[in-house]
């Protein structure tokens, strides 16, 4: 019997980095989706997965969820993605859950969110060996999502008519080498980055009422300032500077970086009207829009 599960991708709105510190993140789901398909065999594991450039993911998930589960592991795994993994969107936390929700119905056991959560969480830490869970967290429990730190708080917010102009920068991030590098960086200098870290947490504060409120010009300037803070931790490029300023110039009501940093993409919040200037103005310089929705 062949059984099918998918996971959607994430995008990152507020409290990047911070949030690897013990601090709180908002985060959002986009519409593409992973595609995990399994089935039992007679012979040997095996995963057909030409759009996964990591297997990792995927085979520490079977592993985890084997031993946890006290099942064999002979199984056939297909996946497959609406969207690519270079934009940073979150694929490999997608295929991550896709995999124990289609695992939990193939042996048909009962598993909770919060299971799938800890579970999927344990494998990004087995193999990236650094991370909050936000991404694992987005993709088990969709929406928009106000998390701290491994799960600690995971509280869905209810974020209505909220239009995001998603921007490429043409480069793919590596976040564990950000997340890494940073990390070494805040041992030299750990109050300084502390200070950063409250400020960021006192805007993730905010913006959780702006977002719910539907108060898209304070929740723009908080991501201004959310931005600022990011380049002082010094994880933005010139591309990603660029990208949010244009976007900001033609009418955005804000914007940052969104993830790690060092590439990926930004995000910029905008009236409907100004979609398409906006969306311009990031070609312009030739950043590459994404259209995806989001908060599914
Ligand atoms: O690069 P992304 O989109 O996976 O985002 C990373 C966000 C960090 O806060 C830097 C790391 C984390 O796991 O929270």
Redesign the pocket.
């Known amino acids: 019997m062949n059984i099918k599960a998918s996971a959607p991708g994430k995008l990152?709105l507020f409290g990047?980095?911070a949030?690897?510190y013990g601090y709180p993140c908002i985060v959002t789901t986009v519409s593409p989706r992973v595609y995990v398909e399994v089935e039992k065999t007679s012979g040997q594991f095996k995963i057909d997965a030409p759009q996964v450039k990591d297997l990792r993911f995927v085979e520490e998930t079977v592993k985890q969820f084997c031993e946890k589960y006290k099942v064999d592991s002979k199984i056939l795994i297909k996946t497959y993605s609406d969207f690519s993994s270079k934009f940073?969107l979150?694929s490999s936390s997608a295929v991550t859950v896709a995999t124990v929700v289609a695992l939990s119905k193939l042996y048909e056991i009962k598993i909770s969110k919060k299971e799938i959560f800890d579970l999927g969480y344990k494998v990004i830490l087995n193999v990236q060996g650094v991370?909050?869970g936000?991404?694992i967290a987005t993709a088990t429990y969709g929406g928009t999502i106000y998390f701290v730190t491994g799960g600690k708080i995971i509280e869905q917010l209810i974020v209505k008519g909220m239009h995001l102009v998603i921007g490429y920068s043409g480069t793919k991030?590596d976040?564990s080498y950000i997340?890494k590098n940073l990390e070494l960086r805040i041992h030299n200098s750990e109050l300084e980055h502390r200070k950063i870290f409250e400020k960021i947490s006192k805007i993730v504060e905010e913006a959780k009422i702006s977002l719910v409120n539907a108060d898209w010009k304070t929740t723009g300037e908080l991501m201004n300032q959310n931005h600022k803070l990011l380049q002082e931790l010094g994880v933005s490029t010139e591309k990603l500077d660029k990208m949010c300023q244009v976007a900001v110039n033609a009418g955005a009501f804000g914007a940052k970086l969104s993830?790690?940093g060092g590439g990926?993409c930004m995000i910029s919040l905008v009236s409907e009207d100004k979609i398409k200037k906006v969306e311009s103005s990031i070609i312009n310089i030739c950043g590459e829009v994404i259209h995806v929705n989001t908060n599914i």
Do not use: I, K, L, Q
């Open positions: 990152m990047e980095h949030v690897v940073g979150g991370g909050s936000f991404d991030a976040t997340v993830g790690a990926d």
